[in-house]
């Protein structure tokens, strides 16, 4: 079981970190999307407090899109290892659950969430960097990466029912965003109902000094698993991310992947990020755009194309950075 992986990393008496345990999914209905999130953070200046956060991405109502967001005090949070629990308010997460609500900007929302959990744990770093809790700035792992979630989401007296529809839950802990980064995945590609794609792109800044972008790849696909995310495959891999696309390829001695994620600027929200140093980033994400990836294998000295694959409006993804994107609109706005 991957219970374990979802236990917080950090004390209550650790200052200067963050971690958040997010939750990504659609409605097979409607293709909405949604993105939700639980937060702890000990700013290096200020009280420690707790978060919660909602998005609801509606491909069809634009206008039906938002996101808001609410703080609360330290004193109502709570959590446990056995089993794992956070609680925020009213709002609990488990390892197998998500119940909350949340109210603000003229919204109202509640969703109530059960799935099964998930046997794999899926990281996205090299190996090595979850030695002694995680060597970098930010470490992140899915312990259900790929899951049957059945429930319900009641938006604005709207209420969506859920039937082992698949949803994603990752956690993360750090002290400091990259200073420019996407991630991605998409778990519901036409024709391939095992597949799952998990992408990250960093760069960060050293002294001033601007490092060359890291791009990291799982994908597990036909009972296979695909880690193109060790040290041994960065030199190979490329990315590059602007705007509402992140174009991608890496590969190891056997299988290159190559692939794309795309939205429009409609499609994403603007949401406001600081750092437990104070330092102010933006964060432009979706829940909504298309993915396409070509998968190919080698044939002696070739690559030979073996299969492609599209999820269209189903890839969930983000870039972020110092800069808001200001073809982004829609904000994610903090509620009192």
């Given amino acids: 079981m991957t219970e ?40 290096v200046a200020g009280e420690p407090h707790a978060e919660l956060w909602f998005a609801r991405f509606d491909p069809k109502r634009p206008d039906k899109t938002f996101a808001i967001h609410k703080h609360f005090p330290v004193s109502q949070l709570a959590s446990s290892t056995q089993p794992f629990s956070l609680s925020i308010a009213d709002s609990r997460l488990g390892h197998d ?3 909350g609500q949340l109210a603000g900007d003229g919204h109202d929302v509640r969703w109530d969430l059960r799935w099964d959990p998930s046997h ?3 990281r996205q770093l090299p190996d090595v960097m979850y030695a002694r809790g995680g060597l970098g700035e930010t470490t992140v792992q899915s312990p259900n990466p790929r899951v049957a979630m059945s429930g319900s989401v009641v938006v604005d007296g709207e209420q969506l029912s859920f039937d082992r529809a698949t949803l994603g839950q990752t956690h993360l802990w750090g002290k400091k965003h990259a200073y420019s980064w996407t991630w991605g995945r ?11 794609l998990e992408i990250l792109g960093v760069r960060l800044q050293r002294r001033g000094v601007m490092l ?19 040290w041994r495959h960065v030199t190979r891999n490329r ?49 909504i755009g298309d993915a396409r990836i070509t ?9 030979r194309e073996h299969r492609r694959l599209e999820g269209k409006r189903r890839a969930h993804f983000e870039l ?6 200001p073809a982004v609109t829609r904000e994610h706005i903090l509620v009192p």
């Fill in 4 to 43: 374990i992986y979802n236990h917080r990393h950090w004390t209550d008496d650790k200052r200067g970190v963050y971690e958040v345990w997010y939750l990504t999914w659609n409605h097979p209905g409607t293709d909405q999307g949604f993105w939700l999130r639980y937060i702890t953070e000990a700013p």
């Fill in 97 to 99: 659950h998500a119940r």
């Fill in 120 to 122: 794999e744990l899926v």
């Fill in 186 to 196: 998409c778990a519901e590609f036409a024709g391939a109902p095992d597949a799952l």
């Fill in 212 to 230: 060359p972008p890291m791009f990291l790849l799982a994908l597990d696909l036909d009972g296979e698993h695909h880690r193109l995310n060790q």
């Fill in 239 to 287: 990315a590059t991310w602007n705007g509402q696309h992140v174009a991608f390829s890496a590969q190891s001695l056997t299988v290159k992947v190559e692939g794309e994620l795309t939205c429009a600027p409609g499609d994403m929200v603007a949401s406001p990020y600081v750092d437990p140093d104070g330092q102010d980033l933006w964060c432009m994400n979706t829940m």
């Fill in 295 to 303: 998968i190919h294998r080698r044939a002696g000295l070739r690559w």
């Fill in 320 to 325: 972020g950075g110092r800069v808001r994107d």
